[in-house]
Every structure is written in C-alpha cells, then in structure tokens.
C-alpha cells in the first residue's frame, strides 16, 4: 500500500493531522493497533479548554509537595516502586514549574491554546458533529472563600494577559445553576469561552468518518515496525506493509515505542488517571461540566451518564490500575452531587502523555528526513488535537505555518 503520509496513532492528535491532510488533498493512511479514539482520546474530561493557557505545574510551595507526598491525596497519587524511574523526569518538571519559567511557558502555549476552538471549529461543520458540542462553558466550583477569592484573581490575569472570559459565580448563583447539589459551596469562576463534549469517544470517530470521506484510510498495525523503507517510511499493518514519503508519530504515551528504535531519547512521562460513569439519582441531574476544585475531580454530564474524571496517577505507563484516586472521590462526590449506581463494570483508565516543561513535541524529527513529530499534549490533547493537526499539515506541505512552531521543537530537548 502506497501513500502520501504515514500517521501513526488515533487519537485526537493523530486522526486530526491525518484530516488536515486529507482535506489538503494528500493520501494518507492512518495506523492503529486498537480502534481511532479507543485509548486517552476516550476517557478525557470532554472540555475544548480555551483557557487552557497555564498548564498543569508541579507545586512549588513545601507544604503542598508534602501533602502530594503522602500520597493519600484525592487529586494525585503515586506508585513508589516506580519514583526513581520517575525521579530525573520529576525534577525537570519542578524547574519549569518555577513561577518565572511558568510564565514563560504559558505565553510560549497559549498560541496554540488560543486557536484550539477554531481549529475544532472547522472539523466539526466539515463532519457535522454539532450535536456533540455545547458552547456554554464549564464550571470550576470552591469549597472555601479564600479558594475562590484566590482563583478569581487569577482568572482576572487570564483575562487581561490572554483575553480569556469568564463570570464569577457566588455561592446562591452556583446553587440556581446547581439546583440539585447536595451541600452548599462558596462559589465559582466560570469559564465562558470553552466549549465541552458530550460524547469524546464519538466526536473522534465522527471525525474519522470524515477522514475515510475525503480519501484518507484508517488501518489495524504496530508502530514498532516503523522503520525507513528507500526514501520514505514503511510500517506494518493487518493488510500487509504501508509505505509513504513521509511518517507521523502521534502515539501519544506510546511514542517511545517508535522514537527510542530510532536513537531518539525524549523526556516523556505519562498522568495516568481514571473515570467511571454513573446514573442520576432518579428526579435529579447535574446541568454542567463541573470541577470540585479543591479535592481534585471532575464531573461531566455524558451522555453515558455523569462521568467523574480524576487527576493524576505517577506510574509506569503499562504498570496495572490502581484506581485509588477514583475511589477516594468517589465517597466525596457521592455527598455534593446527584450520584446513583454506577454504569461501568470497571474503572477506565488512560494516560497523559507529558514533557517536563508542559508543553507538546511537535515538528520534523531532528535527524531523520520525512519523520514528524506530534506527541506529549498532557491533559490538553482533546483541546489541542485539530489545531497541532494544521500546524504540522502546513509545515509538512510547505506552506506558511499559523503560528510559530519553533517553541514546540523536539530540537529543544537533547534528543
């Protein structure tokens, strides 16, 4: 089999660059060992986070690292046989989490942030996925008055430095938008610009679908057998060898799979984290994507129910769930919101792909002709997956990119 462009993962990231392409008019084949969207794609949040512009840090401040380090927390936990392992990639994090190299970060970010529902925007008319997408926004509720005072302020350097909206929500006006939660909170910031999805799972094979319409392929392979095949790329699939001028890798937490077997040494690490849906209690619903910010979970009305969603698991990627978290919130949530039984037979468990300074890898591989690079999007790969696809698609092509991929290079890493 023959084609233009070799993508390799589908996910978000991955089904989105291969569109680009194809809408581009380039034959492209999309490669898999499980179905698109089956694997981190599947068991996000469902938010386009528009104001997604500062990213995940690690903490700074001795108590929170302590709190975290007890790892009896409800917004992260951890494996301590898999700490030194973890060790150097940590310690990474924690530099670039440093108040001024955060800032820094954030404005090196927010361009592809700032396009991410736009670039959205365009694939879901083009494949008519309207009825997945709400435009009002999501919740990020609190517990405590110094909480909310605290995120209010920072919500208002968001808006002035990026240009990011939101309302603020005391507590009587979270209650009438709320009107079946079970306790009384302190208020919230509510983010105006976000749009959310009822369904991530089908807006990703919805977006395949439009993929298989404009003449591009998905197909069941293993990336490990990436390899340079004369003056292009080959890989292995269920249908025999796929060849093409040029290759993708946007395995997300998978990447190393490829990368390491061609002498690159990328600093990725994963967030594992974890979801479970549940009925609601009969006469009763939540109305919006809500965040219980300070124990560290999510609540999202799907469309297979109301879905918690957790924070972060530090693990090995392939290490067996542990589902601690999504147990400790789950005693938490069951007392605020209207939780029934739950849906799933078992907790879903993904991971984020993640670099040490939070930022994706995203380019040309640096030592190999007509290898790219689309990988590391952390918890913002639903978010970010059509835009990075039009970055890449337009520096592939040769045409002028939308914004400056230079700060996303693999180049800025040792690879």
């Known amino acids: ?99 001024s190299s955060h800032r820094r970060i954030q404005r090196l970010y927010e361009p592809l942030i700032r396009h991410s529902l736009a670039e959205h925007g365009v694939l879901i008319d083009k494949a008519g996925a309207g009825d997945l997408i709400r435009k009002d926004g999501w919740i990020k509720a609190f517990r405590t008055a110094p909480a909310l005072e605290a995120a209010l302020r920072e919500a208002e350097r968001i808006k002035a430095e990026f240009g990011v909206n939101h309302a603020p929500l005391d507590g009587a006006g979270l209650a009438a938008r709320e009107p079946d939660l079970a306790l009384p909170l302190a208020g919230a910031v509510h983010w105006t610009d976000p749009w959310t999805i009822a369904d991530p799972h089908a ?86 994507w809500l965040m219980d910010a300070e124990v560290g979970y999510m609540l999202a009305p799907m469309r297979q129910g109301i879905r918690i969603t957790t924070g972060a698991e530090f693990a090995q990627r392939d290490a067996p769930q542990t589902p601690v978290q999504l147990e400790r919130v789950e005693r938490i949530a069951r007392q605020l919101a209207p939780l029934g039984e739950r849906i799933d037979p078992q907790p879903w468990m993904g991971a984020r792909p993640c670099t040490p300074d939070m930022m994706p890898i995203i380019g040309p591989a640096p030592r190999h002709k007509g290898l790219w690079f689309a990988f590391g999007h952390a918890h913002h790969g639903m978010t970010l997956g059509p835009a990075t696809g039009r970055l890449v698609a337009e520096m592939m092509l040769g045409e002028s990119p939308y914004i400056d991929p230079a700060p996303y290079a693999a180049t800025r890493f040792r690879a």
Not at 14 to 21: F, K, T
Not at 36 to 57: C, D, H, K, M, W
């Open 1 to 99: 089999m023959q084609a233009d462009v070799l993508v390799l993962g589908a996910g978000i990231v991955g089904v989105s660059l291969a569109l680009n392409l194809a809408l581009r008019g380039r034959s492209v084949l999309l490669v898999d060992r499980r179905g698109p969207g089956e694997e981190t794609s599947f068991g996000n949040a469902g938010l386009i986070q528009r104001e997604g512009v500062v990213p995940y840090g690690f903490p700074q401040d001795l108590p929170t690292i302590l709190r975290h380090g007890r790892n009896r927390s409800t917004d992260s936990a951890y494996h301590p046989r898999a700490l030194p392992g973890l060790a150097p990639f940590l310690g990474r994090y924690w530099w670039h989490s440093r108040l």
């Open 203 to 288: 807006l990703v094979a919805a977006y395949v679908r439009l993929l298989e319409a404009s003449g591009g392929r998905f197909l069941k392979g293993d990336a490990a057998t990436l390899a340079p095949a004369g003056a292009g790329w080959r890989v292995e699939t269920a249908e025999g060898t796929a060849e093409a001028g040029a290759a993708v890798i946007a395995l997300g937490p998978w990447a190393d799979v490829a990368t390491r077997k061609l002498g690159y040494r990328l600093p990725l690490a994963v967030k594992r984290g974890y979801h479970m849906h549940y009925e609601a209690q009969p006469g009763k619903r939540l109305n919006n």
